[in-house]
């Protein structure tokens, strides 16, 4: 009998983490929570990158940005992809919902904001999410190790998020797949949203306590998160 294992998808590329922040009723942000779940002979694999090139040493290097952000993505040899999820967030009050990732124009089919921030400090973030399967099994095979690129995220690096140092442009790819070498079921949730953290402040985190739930694990089974 095979023993259900649980690995547990949290995408923490999705939680904006600043070193200021007030929390402000009217305002709203996309609370995390359980997107989808997959059990099976699967697996994942995730990989990021960053349109910041500088460290946050100071307000200078914190709002440096480049053209385009990286990522290498390693898939085994008999993967077989199931689905491949792409998200971005960055700062701004406008949300950018129009990536390019490989050279293809990728559009939101979800978007995520926290807004919390804008009445008192001046700032507000966002994030979009689109099913990328198609591109990305139209450009890595399996086992191989495939550098991903994405262009034209617009985020705001001025003013506020300049003072603050709270430039945010990232993202991250969320690759599921099947193999006949994982002889075990696995149960994969993914957790999503956009929330933002002030440095254990409770005037934001309070309220940021995360019910896990859903999981059927053995009492010998192993996890990951």
Known sequence: MLRKNLKLLYLIGLTVVLSIVAKQH???????????DETGSIDFALTSGTFRDQPSGSQQQAASLRSFA?????LPADAEIKFAYLYWAGSGQTADNTVTFEGQT??????????????????SYFGGFADVTSI?????????????????LTVDNTGQ??????????????????????????????YDG??????GNSSVTSGNTFTLDGFAIGTTGDGEI
């Open 161 to 190: 998020y300049f003072n603050y140092q709270g430039t945010v442009a990232t993202w991250t790819l969320v690759c599921i797949y099947r193999a006949p070498s994982i002889v075990e079921d696995y149960k994969i949730v993914i």
């Open 26 to 36: 009217g305002h709203s942000q996309s609370l995390i929570s359980s997107y989808a």
């Open 70 to 74: 990286e990522g290498d993505l390693i």
């Open 106 to 123: 990728v559009t939101a089919s979800r978007t995520f904001s926290d807004t919390r921030l804008q009445s008192t400090l001046g700032i």
């Open 136 to 152: 990305v099994e139209s450009v890595q095979a399996p086992g191989t190790t495939y550098r991903y690129t994405m262009t034209n």
């Open 194 to 199: 956009l929330e933002t953290f002030w440095n």
